[in-house]
């Protein structure tokens, strides 16, 4: 009787091998699939091959993981190499949710999704991903050793889905995570992206003036004797001179601001007052105000809807704030909740938190629907967003329109005052 080679994955996700005499391939497939196993590959097997006196999938060691691919921690973010784009993750982790959904086991999933994917760190990512889970490690232990890539969010809630059997569900609401993300990120930078270039122009264009029109005004003055100058054209002139022949002080004074807030945003307190002064900008602070509102809310009601602790999403969530504000009002409401308090009351406290959302939130407490309630939330400040960044926007866009054309005016008036001063004097005589 013909004895057939096999590898197939088991009901954990497990790459198995075995051999296995029957008839035909067709029947191979029947009985392997009657052990309880997911046939990958059969093949007739050599006469040379040892034979496995058991034929049973369970008796097959697994593949050992093998070292090698791209390493995601060996990155460097500032020129895009080897990184992974978040949009990159999004797209992954909802082929995967519903590759899984249709009943493919995971590690066949994994390979179906490396196999379509261009060459890139993604693509070795996955590569990785999948040895380690032939291999017997679970998918979120090994997902965690890429933390550029997958986020302690991430991993978490992977592993809360494959504690509670429901890594599929676990991975649907993760990409619907990402997208609402992906989405509201796109809104903001989209809205922006006019004020940005306005702003842009507008530098090229003084810069232009003040190193290049100017002093050829300067040229002329000087050729035609122009006398004592007004003080603006005294001013501009000055600045013209800066800008030229000592730009390196303008560029050292950027450079040094720059670091002095990057280093300032690394200490705590520091970075919570330059955080405090940001909320009370007037619409820019409520649009970042309300920014953090809906990714706290996005990001814990994913967590607790997807069975991760509540003290634990709430470390993690608190984890994805960008603002020091609201990230120790989230630490308050941990420590009260570690000493049995409601979320509600330490929220309220703080004054960090809209009193809209508190209420909501303390609804969905005493209602037993509190994850619900946050990505209702999250809902609506994904709305209050757009609606904010629309009108930041149109608030932005005349001043910006407004401001170069006075700084215009003040660089053309501050050239032709000493003009009509010499005009008037020719004029005289």
């Not at 006469?47 to 369970?58: C, I, L, P, R, V």
């Not at 959904?101 to 390979?111: D, F, I, T």
């Not at 890429?146 to 809630?157: G, I, K, R």
């Not at 757009?386 to 215009?408: C, Q, R, W």
Request: glycine share 8%; proline share 4%.
């Amino acid at each position: 009787m013909p004895r057939f080679e096999y590898k197939a994955i088991d009901p954990n996700g497990r790459e198995v091998t075995g051999f296995i005499d029957t008839g035909t391939t067709q029947e191979a497939v029947s009985k392997i699939k009657e052990k309880g196993l997911y046939p990958t590959q059969i093949s007739e097997a050599k006469k040379e091959q040892t034979q496995d006196s058991s034929g049973s999938a369970n008796s097959a060691a697994a593949a050992p993981a093998k070292k090698g691919g791209m390493n995601a921690e060996i990155c460097i973010p500032f020129l895009g190499i080897g990184t992974v784009k978040s949009s990159e993750v999004a797209v992954f982790t909802r082929q995967l949710a519903t590759l899984i959904e249709a009943g493919l086991p995971l590690v066949r999933s994994l390979n179906v999704l490396h196999d379509q994917l261009k060459a890139g760190p993604l693509k070795d990512v996955i590569s990785n991903l999948s040895r380690e889970v032939s291999a017997g490690g679970t998918l979120s232990e090994s997902m965690a050793k890429y933390p550029n890539v997958f986020t302690n969010l991430y991993s978490n809630m992977i592993k809360a889905g494959e504690a509670g059997g429901v890594l599929e569900i676990v991975l649907e609401r993760l990409a619907e995570f990402q997208e609402k993300n992906q989405a509201l990120t796109q809104k903001v930078k989209s809205a922006l992206t006019y004020p940005a270039l306005v702003v842009i122009f507008s530098v090229g264009v003084l810069l232009f003036l003040t190193t290049y029109i100017i002093p050829k005004f300067m040229g002329i003055f000087q050729n035609m004797n122009a006398g004592e100058m007004p003080g603006i054209t005294k001013f501009v002139m000055a600045m013209s001179s800066l800008m030229r022949d000592k730009w390196y002080i303008g560029l050292g004074l950027f450079i040094s601001i720059v670091v002095g807030l990057k280093v300032l945003n690394s200490f705590k307190d520091s970075k919570l007052f330059l955080d405090k002064i940001k909320l009370r900008i007037p619409v820019a602070g409520e649009l970042m105000r309300k920014i953090e509102v809906a990714r706290f809310s996005r990001t814990l009601g994913t967590l607790i809807s997807s069975g991760v602790p509540i003290l634990q999403a709430l470390r993690i969530t608190r984890g994805t704030m960008n603002n020091e504000v609201m990230s120790r009002a989230l630490k308050r409401v941990h420590d009260s909740i570690r000493e049995g308090e409601s979320i509600a009351s330490p929220l309220k406290a703080s004054g960090a938190f809209p009193l809209m959302v508190v209420n909501m939130i303390d609804v969905g407490e005493e209602t037993g629907s509190l994850d619900t309630m946050l990505n209702k939330v999250a809902d609506i400040y994904d709305t209050e967003v757009d609606a904010t960044v629309n009108a930041l926007t149109s608030i932005i866009e005349p001043f910006l329109i407004v401001g170069m054309g006075v700084i215009v005016g003040f660089l053309v008036i501050s050239m032709f005052l000493p003009l009509f001063k010499l005009m008037s004097s020719i004029t005289s005589q």
